[in-house]
T-cell receptor, first 112, second 116 residues
């Protein structure tokens, strides 16, 4: 079945780049997503990538997709303290439900 | 510009009590979802409704029921609450359209439920 895995924690210094990694199991996934959750809040869609793409850039965010290794990463350039949050990787189910399969989330801590 | 609205935001229940979480979306989306979020476990799908008039079980449906009242509203009911159902519940919706765009799923702000 589908499964998504992420490392639990990442700490970086303000101004550095952050790279959050994710692996997924279903090679037929068509869309992969990154969501951000700030404390006490819901999930906010950051970006997504279609499976026929290798890379997608959106301002400070860069998503890299390696389909062969089923590996997805999110790079945040010039990380700010406001980027401290939990980041969830998700793949879209390949059935007709369009539901998302989430990883357990990576907590990013940005140190001043 | 409400998006997905869910109520209540906070609720404390006693074991065995029942309650309903309400969810409404104003984006004319076809599909709606209920997830629960527990520490270190990400989000797990409880039930979903791919379109009005249909509902299906997700990963963790036991102890819950749902109703897709109309296209806008999708409620989640706990018939006899248990401490294991203490969690944060998220309602979500998406446009079940083909083609480009990623069929983005939009989330509500969450409902914090404690069962004592």
């Amino acid at each position: 079945g589908e499964d998504v895995e992420q490392s639990l924690f990442l700490s970086v210094r303000e101004g550095d780049s952050s790279v959050i990694n994710c692996t997924y199991t279903d090679s037929s996934s068509t869309y992969l997503y990154w969501y951000k959750q700030e404390p006490g809040a819901g999930l906010q869609l950051l970006t997504y990538i279609f499976s026929n793409m290798d890379m997608k850039q959106d301002q400070r965010l860069t998503v890299l997709l390696n389909k062969k290794d089923k590996h997805l990463s999110l790079r945040i350039a010039d990380t700010q303290t406001g980027d401290s949050a939990i980041y969830f990787c998700a793949e879209r189910a390949v059935d007709s439900s369009y539901k998302l399969i989430f990883g357990s989330g990576t907590r990013l801590l940005v140190r001043p | 510009n409400a998006g997905v609205t869910q109520t209540p935001k906070f609720q404390v229940l006693k074991t065995g009590q029942s309650m309903t979480l309400q969810c409404a979306q104003d984006m004319n989306h076809n599909s709606m979802y209920w997830y629960r979020q527990d520490p270190g476990m990400g989000l797990r799908l409880i039930y979903y409704s791919a379109s009005e008039g249909t509902t299906d079980k997700g990963e963790v449906p036991n102890g819950y029921n749902v109703s897709r009242l109309n296209k806008r509203e999708f409620s989640l009911r706990l018939e006899s609450a248990a401490p294991s159902q203490t969690s944060v519940y998220f309602c979500a919706s998406s446009e079940r359209a083909q083609g480009q765009g990623g069929n983005t799923i939009y989330f509500g702000e969450g409902s914090w439920l404690t069962v004592v």
